[in-house]
């Protein structure tokens, strides 16, 4: 008798019953706005968590919007759930009842009764009026499941994972074809499943309507539209993902591809995962699908269906990933064909500029001009007008001498001046200059870094830019984690996953490494701003000259060669001004989180390091380094120490020890900090990332180039009698 294919059940959690926490993976193309849509739906519930057989991670998060949408306290708790592994993907026999969910704990009163309100009922998906909560994992962006890229094998493994109660999969109204070949590969898989139209405001103004009714006949699933930049369509979606049931649609392969596949359906029956997906992979030869059949099913079905891949692989003359990838896109392109309507529409300005920006000598005046503007905006409005307004009349004019005042009575001296000590208190140099300095300023970048990312202009950017990059060992695809590296150097060196070969993520770190990161940036755009205009050209023109040298060498010494550009060039469009807001506004705040705990540590570290003679004697001990070779003050000490724990902490200590330093003195110390190595996590993930012995040697070469280049500058510079003054 004939097996049928085998469909994912949903998990049962320990004890029996429907799970109380839904898994759904949240999968698309890239640039199709998922991520942008994640934020909509989860706001600020987002961990990281391990895929389960995996050595990588997704971030999650806790729906927030729609019917049983968590509360805001739930939301935020839900972190508890990476000590217990309960919400985290993990095989359904190993998870316990949430921490966070379980009404039985103990809990205070406003708890319980915030709690209350969350009781789903169980016709809508809760057990007993018992709370559940929806958790959405945002895979990367992928084109498909069955190829060897790391997003690619990242995604696989997150369904492989056996976790998943069901699939939001994000598609790119304008090129549904490309989402409906992916949804395709999902639908064999037989998890629930909901296909989401993103981006349709751009679909329609470029004339492209899609009918939702015969879309949903097509896949069997329901269809959902959003526009992701505006939050619309975000609730109803939430609505669809409750009760969201398997796609119906099967791709018809040729018969040597379905002959095995009925015998995949024999041999690989279980009642998590769909035997007919998992022969399509072993087919492809995926090593994921290989590896998840010995150990779920044991080696003699391994073998088994091993076998079975063979003789299909002999039987035919193209490789069976061709034929069945050329099955998927043909069968996509005929339910795209029936359910997309297009019409010619005039070419708008916007269309007009993008093409433009793509042109040598166009493209060349206009990045030109964005970088003027981008200076003016964060070293003149932000580092300038906004600093002055914040630091030195609220904080400086109003809150330090308040704070002044109550922490006077207190008996203790060391505890006063551990507070508000000017030189190495926790507020005077902790909490005040990431408050009045480095907040403003970030947060005026990081607007600034949202318009050009929303707006289409970046990928322009790395096409106009691709003949250059590709002097120093990477394609124009290497703009985006480059330009990642002046926001934050350890998403720029975990983005460098997107470039295809070792040689151009090996460059790419190296050139990040000595890149200002963005709270680094706007401090050096607040410390050059009170310099005449040539201290910040020779300051920029000298990290642009590094990346150009350090580029080159390495695309000369490292073997290997350069992959092809292969980017798509999304639609320009004018960002949402709401949108841009909320976007600068959470990172700006993930960054505060993480980085004023490390501020107010750092300060106390270097007080009670300085109090106790340490910093003294350091001093002496590196006076022939920073006071002979580099010329520095002996303040430089203090500064370098903070800087070894984040760059940004030691450019505030930097701004408050200004008057110690000359102009020449601050642009040689501003280079050092700058070349000389990433803050502590980006080496961690540079470690992780590369390896130690690549490690090493990339981290070698930025400390002794950080050296040379401060001993340089001040040499030089004191000989031709430069020093930066009006």
Known sequence: MKAQPQVAKPRLAPGGG???????????NVNV???T???????????????VGSAHSVRWGVLAVGPGAAPRLLRARCSQCRLTGACAPAPAALRRPCPVLDVSARRPAFWRRRLSGFAVPAAEGGVDGRPVATHLFDAPGCATLMANGEEEIIARDLLLSTTMDGVVLVADAKSLRRSLALALEVAELGLPMVFNLNMVDEALASGIEIDDAELTRALGVPVNRTVATENLGAHKLAELVLDAPPATRRVRYPEVVESSLRQFEAILANPTLSARALGLLLLTGDEGARAWIGEHLGPETLAEAEAVAARATANVASPLRLLIGDA??????????RVVTSRTEPQSGLARFGNLAQRPVAGALLAGLVLVLAYAWVGVVAARWLVDAIDLHLIRGFAQPLLQGLVAPIPLAFVRDAIMDPDFGLLPSGLFPAFGVVFP???AFYLLQTVLEDSGYLPRLAMLCDRMFRRVGFTGQGLIPLSLGFSCGTMAIITARLLPTRKERIILTLLVAGVPCAPLLVMMMVLLSAMPWTASAFVLGLVALRIVVFGFAAAKILPGKTSDLILQIPRMRIPHPGGV??????RTRRFMREAVPVFLLASLAVFVFAKSGGLHALSAVAAPVVQGLLGLPEAAVQVLVKTAIRRENGATELGLLRAQFTNLQMVTVLLI???VMPCINATAVIVKERGLKASIAILAVVVTTAVGVGAAVSFFCNYLGVTFTS
């Open 37 to 51: 849509l994640f934020d909509r739906l989860c706001e600020e519930a987002e961990h990281g968590a391990r895929v």
């Open 441 to 443: 300023v970030l947060f």
């Open 33 to 35: 706005g998922k991520s």
């Open 328 to 337: 998927i896109h043909r069968d996509a392109g005929a339910i795209a064909d």
């Open 18 to 28: 429907a799970a109380r926490v839904r898994r759904m993976a949240l999968l698309g």
């Open 673 to 675: 900090m700058t070349f």
């Open 581 to 586: 807001v909320r976007k600068a506004w959470w």
